[in-house]
């Protein structure tokens, strides 16, 4: 078997999996081959240490999932990096079952231990973490931001192009684009989380202040999201929402509770604001204040502001 | 008039499973099972489906002998009929094996117009079940569903993706797997609930399924299964004048590189 | 034992506390503050089959019997013991005339009370000594082609929304021992319900006076027969005594678990008071007297359903909810402390609930009489 593949549509997760990629390359001494949707993402690529990389082009992501598979298959792939978005995981899926291969989903971290691939993975909806042992070949999907990119390589790999047989069978209709504002709070570097600890949404303008001084994205729990509707789905945090690991997560006016805190519980330094002590958001806290958020929030804005 | 199949999973109630406090090591012992999440939500909508062109649906579930106690619950939901394999081997099976059996199954229940999966199981969430039967069956598939509709061999879905909503139509048959806010999975009323034991089911033995031993060895294996537990500094402020609060934890923040 | 539940009994449990957690406990709350008759969710508990659980299919009923419909109503409880006695109470009208009607009645009244069309309740006491001693002692004389109907029943659940009631008279006047049951239609001229009593709790469960003035019954709608009214009633009371029990049962359960959840974030001294003597006794007794009530209950379900004599079993089961009720409200409104008398919590609807599920359909004579002289 030789090659570690990597794929995304999305070039920038495409490239941050060269990173796991480039040290797999290390204990298996196998070459690193990415496959890229088109000659600028395959330029970027090859820059950033991928030995070989294959342009397939093609209008549907998940149509090119047999033309991957050939690709994985001719070169005996023994692993298969893929990037952990919704259509990543129906194409790496797809080519897993065809190469009858296993598959851990959303792994955090990779090595290869006595000829297999170990992941470490979350079960549970988030509450337990578990290690997953996979035979070669096996498939991976890793999720945005688990990584950053490799530095620039010494060395620009080769771009050749494959030529791709599109699945007839689907018909793509209407594709609307559903990015909003813009504002990705999953790149944010601090955060300040709201909860229905307040009152009405002008409320919310505290917490903006409170933001502001720190440079910190708001962001909130699926109640102010999907019931209030005081903030957009995009960010809610939560099983079923966003995930962030900010260096400053602050949970003003939250519980704790861990559909939630599952969402946030990578940060580095989690605070909390709540005015009730039994609350368990103190128990998922570095730092914690117990009172009346009404009051906390603008003597603490003023006080960081200085 | 179409003919669906729903695979379903009987995991265990992840809200029931304890962390022991010494070894952080799962307890499950109180979990009690039930239909996972979002293969209720898959039920739902080939009950939909049939309630509105027609048609019939049938059930599909593997797993261990435990998998019988399934299957009333899953025939008050609308389905018709529900095949069961109950086997050992459902104990350690990873995706690649789920996939193979449920195909070979699928293979020899017969022909299917729509395969309706739930977009992952609420206790592993591996999202792969719904691609790799299509690769494996030869069909095409709509992953991420939130909307579905058929005319005749026409099946229309919108998939809900990170930044987009996309429509695609394909003639049948297909694999589906759907997202939870599709719909909202009515409760049955008692006339369901006790007339589902009046529904038939059928066991499919996995001897039956012409599998090689090989199709039922996993590829994926948990090794150590942990309680996540947050470890934090706890660390709280609760002077009676929020001032003084304040001032220690601008201090904190400041130990912490923070302000 | 007298049972183990069944696939069906327990798969009906199940399905009932879904629908409770979905359709009454969110209103529970609401409905204890405006005391409005919860109409829409006596019609989701129709569609759901609730209201023709202990009818047979024939007449439209689930036929699931009483040990589910027990366990249904401790379900129901948990959230809103209001709710349940609604139920309870066109139950027991509906398995008197179950239990006691002729063809003919049965297959005129049970269709609709099945399919929730028909609210029934069941119209027993009196104000006076005894019943059918007293002044306003409900009469009721012969009359061409049946009977005519005069006096007052108290305290009858459900009234102004059922649409039959299960009447108990005196044929004569005097002797109580001589009752006669009568289903009356609530259009009947001469009906008349009184303002409805504003109750400490069980807010949403209309109980009222209602006074017969020359009501006419026919013969065909005598319940049994004629002067064999009390052996009917001492079932009813049973029933009703059984089901009331599972009330209690439901809200002490709720009860039990807000304040250990409570007691577990409460810090004091440094750690939760959970972990206090004083308060995990408390807890414990209260839990084991509340799971020994739910099989006494379910136990004297069972019973019913066997078709064997259930009063003594019902006897003890209503001595054990009295016992039970009260005292574990107070209990785990100690262990909540201030915060659990404070309105706002769930425990003051609970402490004003609970007293009103063990003395609505109290006998006249105390539970422990006829447990004494069963035994010896």
Redesign the interface.
Known sequence: MAGIFVFSEDCALAGQLLTPALDLKKSLAQPVIAIALNEADAKVLASLGADKVVVLAGKWV?GL?DAIYSQAKTAEASVLLVGG???G??????????L??????DAKALRIEVGKLLASR??????????????LP?VATIRARTFLPPPAAATVGVIETAVVES?T???????????SEGIDITTAN?LVAVGRGFREKEDLKLAEELGAV?KAEVACTRGVAEDYHWLPIERYIGI?GQTVKP??YVAVGVSGQVQH?VGC?ES????AVNND??S?I???????????LY??LP??TA??GN | MPKCLVCYKWTLDEQDIKIEPEDLSLDSSRAKGKISDFDRNAIEEAALLVEKNGGAVDALSYGTASVKQSLKDALSRGPGKAFWIGDASAEAADACVTANVLAAAIRKLGQYDLILCGEGSSDLYNQQTAPRLAALLGFPCLSFVNKLSVDGEVVTATRKLEDCVETVTVKSPVVISVLSEINKPRIPSLKQVLGASKKPNEEVKIADLGLKPEDLHPKAMRKSVKGFVMQRKNVVYKESSAADNIAKLKVSLASEGLC | MSYAMTEEQELIQSNIREFVTEHVAPLADSLDKNGEYPSEAVVKMAEQGLLGLVVPAEFGGLEAGYLSFVASVEELSRASAATAAILVQHTVATGCIGRWGNAEQKGRLLPGLASGETLGSVAVFENGPKLGAGAEALIARQHEHGYLLKGAKIDVGNAGKAGIYVVFATAEPGDGKKLTAFIVSAGQKGIRVGPITKCTGLHGYQTADISFDDVFVSKEDMLGALHGGSSIVGWTLALAAVAEAAETVGIVATAVKHAAAYSKQRVQFGRSISNFPAVQIMLAGVAANCHAARLVALDAAALIDQGKPFEVESAMVKLLALNLGQKSLCEAVQVEGGYGYSEEMALARLYRDVAGTTLRNSPAEFPEKLIAESIA
Not at chain 1, 128 to 133: G, I, N
Not at chain 1, 169 to 179: A, L, M, N
Not at chain 1, 268 to 271: C, G, P, Q, S, T
Not at chain 1, 282 to 292: H, P, Q, R, S, T
């Open positions: 998940e999932a978005t919704l259509r995981k129906h194409v790496a899926a797809y080519v897993a079952a065809k009858n291969a296993g598959m851990t989903t979350v079960l549970y909806a988030g509450l337990a973490v578990c290690e997953e042992e996979v035979t096996a699945d069978r689907v018909t793509i209709g209407e594709v609307t684009s559903t990015s601090k720190l079923s260096e400053l805190m519980r580095k330094v989690i605070v002590e039994r368990p103190f128990e998922a806290a570095d730092y914690g204040i117990v009172g009346d009051e906390v003597l603490l006080a960081l």
